[in-house]
Structures are given as C-alpha cells and as structure tokens.
C-alpha cells in the first residue's frame, strides 16, 4: 500500500495508472447523499470496494475473478460478482481455482 500512496502524488483527476491492482482515480467523489468522502473512507461501488486517499481514491475488485477447472461453474452475489465456483452437477462441492486476478476500476 505504501508505494500506492506515493503513487498517488503523480495522478491527476483521471484514471492515469493502475498498480497492484488499483487503478488510480481522481479526487475522492461523494457518497450517495452528496456527502464528500475523506481519506480513510472505504465504500462499496458494485464488485468493486474503493478507499480515500489524500487527494485521491483507488478501487479494486472486491472478489477476485478466477479461472476453473472444466466442469466448474460460477456463482455469483446479489450485484453479479463472480464469488466461487461449484462442480456443475453437485452444488455442495466448491471447485479450487486454477488462477485468479483482481482488477482495478
């Protein structure tokens, strides 16, 4: 997180970089009621969960999205995140990823 925060002194208000999987926003919105964020806050934007930082905000995919085996099948929350994967004809047994990523909005 550190490098990310030093990152952050070079952004502008547009996405610019994207490192360790956060991609660098510009200035921190404001909630839904109008309400500006401030640094240390952290919020929920559908898959993806985004922080406050000095000037800036970052977010990242709150699930990471994940390769599996044949006969795997995704399941997803409420919003449409991918959350696991379970074998397609018995839904009691998760499937272990064979690779995942997380991605920066």
Do not use: R
């Not at 994940?66 to 995140?81: F, I, L, R, S």
């Amino acid at each position: 997180m550190a490098n990310l925060i030093c990152v952050a002194l070079l952004v502008a208000s547009t996405l610019l970089v994207n490192v360790n999987g956060y991609a660098i926003q510009g200035q921190c919105p404001a909630d839904e009621t109008g309400k500006p964020h401030h640094p240390g806050d952290v919020w929920n934007n559908g898959c993806y969960t985004c922080q406050c930082y000095a000037g800036y905000y970052a977010c990242n995919q709150a699930f990471p999205t994940c390769a599996y085996p044949e006969g795997c099948v995704k399941v997803y929350n409420d919003d449409g995140c991918e959350i696991m994967a379970v074998m397609e004809n018995q839904a009691d047994q998760v499937c272990d990823p064979i690779g995942c990523w997380q991605v920066g909005k």
